[in-house]
């Protein structure tokens, strides 16, 4: 995210989840560090340890202290709440809007890899899954298997989709890809691409189809606050 809510000048930015959730909740309570340290019974280079470093584990003891102390539960100042579907959090603080990226910010963030989703013409209609994905040249590759439902996608115009929602700061983007997908038959394109793809398929089995989709358009959103 190149957006950020930035704590007081005087204190660093939170790295952890944990430290991120910390700072944000404090924030919204108008609570310095330091106010924040002294209710919860802790120094204040502990609490700005725990902001600032994504490794650390506090006790318990320490964990509940501060939950009640920020009028929040455990479980949200852990991220127990993980498993709920993105943006199912709070709405971001300050203005949020929707800004158009460009389509060299599109691509800067489709490079960075990861799992997209496809939306593959079927008989019975549209049918979207998620795919691992690489950027090679340019061009949008996964690794699937014939008789499987992202390798229906060859010869067809597809949509393609990769999205980052932070539920901590209310902020996030997507960017979406319309082209024609292929399967990748020549022997030697197919060994470049073993060589140079970035993801791997999660499932088990035996992945050898490249679907390769050559984008005709790239946009893109970003939600700023």
Known sequence: MTEQVRPAATEAAPAGDLGRRIARRRTELGL???ETATRAGMAPAYLRYLEEHPAAAPAAGALHVLAEVLHTTVRELTGGDTDLPPGAG???SGRPGIAELSTGECRALLS????GRIAVPTVTGPVV???NYSVVAGAIVFRTAPGTTPSQA???QVAFEVDRIDDVFGQGWSVLVRGRARTVTDPDEAHRLDEAAYSRPWVGG????????????ITGRRITV
């Open 32 to 34: 310095s560090l330091k």
């Open 90 to 92: 709070p709405q971001a």
């Open 112 to 115: 960075t890899h990861g799992v």
């Open 129 to 131: 899954v998620p795919v």
């Open 154 to 156: 060859a010869g067809c």
């Open 206 to 217: 035996r992945r050898d189809q490249w679907v390769l989709i050559d984008p005709l358009t």
